[in-house]
């Protein structure tokens, strides 16, 4: 017997999901959906997803009008997305319960169940706050992560050890955005007083965040800022300015702020190293930055370094594609990111394990 449930809270909305589970689901989906496309939902893998017409009991000459809904082939099931309200989804649940699923509440579609995948996506998602991120936990959430390990574990009960490995180093590969999906990537901007650094910030930010002022030393603390560059988060992190040997500090404050930025870079996935321009560059891991290009004629720049201008805005889209290429460069290997991504520390677990031989039945054996 199939179960049929409504994922989603009654009421209006822009979807509405049904799921469907049980022996005879994809058979029930088979006779009511008709994807775009030439492969029948019985061939359908696990992850996939689909367009198409629901061909409802009540469609046709007289009766309503298909409905376009995408179907997604799901870990536990069959997931049926329609458009909001009432009337679309009840009439997918009236289609289902006349062939035979039984009706229950959706509670009941995890019931039961050890956490998946599926269930472990959903949870994180929680805390997602930019697209990359949500787009890549959606696609383990409709069975990418579980279709790519069930794959896997077929290749290496084959013998194919070569093919297995290739596809586990590609997960492997993926793992190191995966697992920190949910953790902004932290960017410290530093570099010597006076030379712009709070006005960069600003102006990558689109307001205000850090006062601005022509006296040294104005920032005395870490001020972080929350944005979203390229689709991922990205902390901010503007900090008081250093000083060059010799140089001494107005006092305690601007002292102890001078040791707080020094403590943000050792914590940073990246640092902005902010000069004026003109300046010999510094030796640096992260990125060097000119500032001020627009108060004077801009010297030929030096290879591996930004000219920027916070008040015309001139190098700050490159700026911005140069901390994402450094802090995601996995984002520019085609497919890497589009598929099955682990993000989870029991995720690579389990694909040792899947490698070692032992049998993988879905999201249930990540536990």
């Known amino acids: 017997m199939a179960a049929v449930a409504l994922l989603t809270p009654p009421g209006r909305g822009a979807l509405a999901v049904v799921g469907l589970w049980g022996p005879q689901a994809t058979r029930m ?23 198409g017409r629901w061909r409802g009991l009540g469609s046709g000459a007289g009766g309503v009008a298909a409905e376009e809904v995408l179907v997604v082939r799901a870990s536990r099931g069959w997931e ?8 679309a989804a009840a009439a997918i649940l009236d289609d289902l319960v006349h062939l035979g699923a039984e009706c229950r509440p959706a509670a009941a579609w995890d019931a039961g169940r050890a956490p998946t995948v599926a269930a472990e996506a959903i949870s994180l998602l929680a805390d997602i706050d930019a697209p990359r991120p949500a787009r890549i936990l959606c696609r383990q959430l ?23 490995a290739e596809r586990a180093d590609r997960l492997r590969r993926a793992a190191r955005v995966g697992l920190r999906l949910a953790a902004p990537w932290r960017v410290v901007v530093t570099g010597p007083v006076n030379v ?15 006062l601005v002022s022509p006296q040294p030393g104005t920032t005395r603390d870490v001020i972080e800022t929350q944005l979203v560059f390229g689709g991922w988060s990205v ?7 250093l000083r060059e040997a010799g140089d001494l500090a107005s006092g305690a404050t601007e002292r102890a702020g001078i040791a707080r930025a020094l403590a943000a870079t050792g914590a940073a996935d990246l640092v902005i190293r902010v000069d004026d321009t003109g300046a010999e560059p510094t030796p640096h891991d992260g990125l060097v930055v ?3 290009a627009d108060l004077k004629p801009l010297p030929p720049v030096p290879d591996g370094v930004l000219a920027t201008s916070s008040r015309t805005g001139a190098g700050l889209g490159g700026l911005v594609a140069a901390v994402m290429a450094k802090l995601v460069p996995e984002a520019d290997e085609p497919g890497l990111l589009d598929g099955a991504v682990p993000f989870l520390p029991r995720h690579l677990e389990a694909l040792s394990r899947v490698m ?8 249930r054996r990540l536990q």
């Open 356 to 363: 070692a031989g032992e049998p993988f039945d879905g999201g």
């Open 142 to 164: 409709a069975g990418q992560l579980d279709g790519e390990l069930t794959g896997i574990a077929a290749l290496v009960s084959r013998g194919d050890g070569v093919a297995a």
């Open 80 to 87: 049926v997305h329609c458009h909001g309200g009432a009337a």
């Open 235 to 241: 902390v901010l992190v503007d900090t008081a300015g």
């Open 290 to 292: 000119w500032s001020k």
């Open 196 to 210: 712009g650094k709070s006005s960069l910030v600003n102006a990558l930010a689109g307001h205000a965040r850090s």
């Open 29 to 51: 989906v088979g006779a009511l959906f008709l994807p775009r496309g030439s492969v029948a939902v019985s061939d359908w893998e696990a992850g996939r997803i689909g367009v």
